[in-house]
């Protein structure tokens, strides 16, 4: 057994050996003959060691495997190499959202050419829709590839079938793939359904309002037959940012107790204006949460973690001039004032709730974290300058839209005449065409 188990040490040294020097033939034979072994040049390496080992295990009685010569059991093969498995790339290693453009340009367009809804397009969409014919008007901006549209689809042909023959009633529709410039006029989004109406005689781009209620068939007919005055809507869920049963964070200041909460010499009150449509508010929310209950576990009658709804208190946004979400403002002990707040634009996230916002609270806000130090103290302005911006913001917004009103109008006009011409055109070349029939 020794003796077996040195011969096997010995060849698979030799095979070792052998690779790394295989130029050196001679050498090679000289070392076989040492061992007994028979090797021929033509003898491949691996059929050498595979006798050597065989040899040794048949005249010691260490059973072989089947198949060959010596011993019991026979000849024991080397293992070979096993096949490694080929990669094959699937389609599931592609982002599931990204289109198939090819596969759409194949696809079935929603609204056939020869269907119900009239197909507008950037040559016929301002005679279509501002000629003052129709009493009211229903336009969606689709495209192949939203989800979305596909399923307001069928409600959205249906009802278009059923006014098709109304004179009064005109639905329309606009592929956004093949109407970018429609698209950028009206500001759509063409992962996304945008549905237009107009009631009576629309004149300018600004007089087709955004529908936004539920599209279905019998919304759809609810809302052409009252031409546009009952809107079904359909009221949606959504999770609140923090739950209205836990006391923390405290989610009661109002306008009319925010003073006495924010204003208390007994503690450090830290402050979230946030609204529930924030995708930011949404990420922060959890870390505000927990920031809330461990200050309530460890400085229930030195901290309050107060949070503050936009949407439902916006004057108290308006007091603090808030227009990014969230935004996160500190009154220390010492703060008597607006103006004495101090905004916090730090790390909210995660960790940085414990390393970061909890030692600013725990300093009256005097210990600032490394991420705010360039921009530290910032404090609200007084409300006579806050209004002022307000009002300067409200009145920029108000001659761009006058502005724009005005590009529109004059738009209109030239749109009228340029069809008036197209008309007049049409009407002289039908009456040369009569008068030349009746010369006839």
């Not at 200050?295 to 001039?321: C, G, Q, S, W, Y």
Request: glycine letters at 6%.
């Amino acid at each position: 057994m020794i003796r077996t188990c040195i011969l096997v040490v010995v060849a698979c040294s030799l095979l070792a050996f052998v690779k790394a020097s295989e130029a050196d033939d001679n050498e090679l034979q000289a070392e076989l003959s040492k061992l007994g072994i028979g090797a021929n040049p033509s003898d491949t390496i691996q059929a050498a060691a595979a006798d050597a080992v065989n040899k040794a295990m048949a005249q010691h009685g260490a059973g072989a495997r089947p198949g060959g010569a010596g011993g019991a059991q026979g000849r024991i093969p080397l293992p070979t190499a096993r096949a490694q498995p080929q990669r094959h790339h699937s389609n599931d290693d592609w982002d599931d959202d990204e289109p198939d453009y090819l596969a759409i340009r194949k696809q079935k367009d929603f609204y056939p050419k020869k269907g119900d809804a009239m197909r507008l397009k950037e040559s016929n969409f301002d005679e279509e829709i501002f000629n003052g014919e129709q009493e009211f008007t229903l336009v969606n901006f689709y495209s192949k590839w939203c989800k979305q549209c596909g399923y307001q689809a069928p409600s959205f042909r249906a009802a278009a079938k059923r006014y098709k023959n109304d004179p009064k009633v005109k639905i329309a529709v606009v592929n956004q793939e093949g109407n970018y410039d429609l698209s950028v006029r009206f500001d759509t989004e063409p992962s996304e359904p945008t549905i237009f109406y107009a009631h009576k005689d629309p004149q300018i781009d600004g007089d087709l309002k955004v529908y936004e209620g539920e599209v279905s068939f019998a919304a759809l007919l609810q809302f052409i037959g009252s031409r546009g005055k009952e809107m079904m809507k359909v009221e949606k869920y959504v999770r609140p940012l923090f739950d209205p049963r836990d006391a923390v964070p405290r989610q009661d200041v109002n306008l009319t107790n925010f003073n006495e909460t924010v204003f208390n010499k007994n503690k450090n009150v830290m402050m979230m204006f946030y609204a529930g449509w924030s995708e930011f508010c949404q990420v922060d929310a959890s870390n505000y949460t927990v920031l809330a209950q461990r200050m309530a576990i460890t400085n229930p009658d030195d901290v309050e973690i107060i949070a503050i709804d936009t949407d439902k208190h916006e004057h108290l946004a308006d007091r603090f001039d808030v227009q990014g979400l969230p935004a996160y403002w500190f009154a220390n002990k010492t703060a008597e004032k607006d103006t004495d707040l101090v905004k916090y634009t730090g790390d909210h996230n995660g960790a940085m709730v414990i390393e970061e916002l909890e030692p600013y609270i725990f300093s009256q806000g005097q210990k600032v974290p490394w991420g705010m130090q360039h921009d530290w103290p910032i404090h609200p302005k007084p409300w006579e300058e806050i209004k002022a911006e307000m009002d300067k913001r409200k009145a920029e917004e108000k001659a761009k839209d006058d502005a724009e009103r005005e590009e529109q109008e004059k738009r209109a006009v030239e749109r009228r005449e340029k069809l008036a011409a197209k008309k007049k055109k049409l009407q002289e070349k039908k009456d040369a065409k009569k008068k030349k029939k009746d010369e006839l």
